[in-house]
């Protein structure tokens, strides 16, 4: 029984803690990324670190919906890090940067934001969806590396598809022998890292420590029309523009009634001195209507309640 018990609580932080990329669902938004589904690649290039002599170009690659596969990063990973020094095929590291592995309790914990919805000033006006994952650590393996976080902001553009292929343009580059006048000429002090996919739907941001935390935190902008809000989502929680036709001819019936009592007992006053009920036109009536009411509620309490068949003629 405890094993069962055990099986189905793993089974339920398992789904919970997966991506559903066809259907996401955030303040009753509906959203489909499935078709930024497999693999996607930005490259960072920085030059002559302390210590590190050299280009260093950093290629993230990261597949939402699936885990990664020959990145050098262990298995289940969705965000790796990958480090080339020179013009080198093979990284010299490779750090996870999110994954889900249950038997090392390493686990997505994915958080999704609407943008739309967010307090951050700098969310001023945008529109998508902001991803919150990690599990990552560096080095992979032991207890104490440190940790890896990515936010991906999923920017509306209704231009752009946003399925860039991966084309490993990272290694052509590093292959051309190009990498060090680039960076050299690109008038920033040594160390400093230049962005390789100016024009991609997906951007590097930044990759930097946090401030407050003992982690490292990837920033990434991804471009695509899929996280735009469609017209009928986009209005669900906005007030109606526009008055109904019944709105309005309410509003009319309520004015003349009243412009009709208003104007009645103006002239009851003038005309004849009247006070109190007396000032409503018609007041005879306007008195009778309570007990009316009463009258009808109990006829039509007498017909629920039937008088079997004797046709209202009551036993003597």
């Known amino acids: 029984m405890l094993s069962l018990l055990s099986s189905a609580l793993l089974l339920s932080s398992l789904a919970s803690a997966e991506i559903d990329c066809k259907h996401i669902v955030k303040d009753k938004r509906e959203f489909d990324l499935s078709k930024l589904d497999g693999k996607h690649s930005v490259h960072y290039i920085r030059s002559d670190l302390p210590g590190e002599p050299g280009v260093h170009n950093t290629t993230f690659t990261t597949d939402l919906c699936h885990p990664l596969k020959d990145t050098g990063c262990p298995q289940g990973s969705r965000i790796c890090a990958s480090t080339y020094l020179n013009n080198d095929s093979d990284p010299f590291s490779a750090i996870p940067i999110a994954m889900l592995r249950p038997t090392d309790n390493r686990y997505l914990e994915p958080k999704w934001t609407l943008l739309s919805k967010s307090d951050a000033n700098a969310d001023a006006g945008k529109e998508g969806l902001r991803l919150e994952i990690g599990g990552g650590q560096d080095p992979p ?176």
Request: hydrophobic share 35%.
């Open 141 to 316: 393996t032991g207890r104490y590396g440190k940790k890896q976080k990515a936010f991906i902001e999923f920017l509306c553009d209704p231009e752009v598809e946003g399925d860039d292929a991966d084309k490993e343009e990272g290694k052509l580059r590093r292959r051309e022998g190009d990498d060090d006048a680039d960076v050299e000429d690109d008038g920033t002090d040594k160390g400093e890292g230049k962005k390789m996919d100016e024009g991609r739907s997906l951007q590097f941001v930044s990759y930097t420590p946090a401030v407050d935390e003992d982690l490292m935190v990837l920033r990434l902008e991804w471009k695509t029309k899929h996280a735009c809000q469609s017209k009928k989502d986009s209005g669900d929680d906005k007030p109606s523009d526009h008055w109904g036709f019944f709105t309005w001819f309410l509003i009319i019936v309520f004015l003349l009634i009243a412009s009709y009592l208003i104007f009645g007992a103006w002239l009851n006053y003038n005309r004849y001195g009247a006070r109190g009920w007396d000032l409503l036109p018609h007041g005879d009536a306007v008195r009778d209507v309570p007990y009316l009411l009463k009258d009808f509620g109990r006829r039509i309490a007498s017909s629920i309640q039937g008088g079997g068949s004797r046709g209202g003629y009551s036993a003597v």
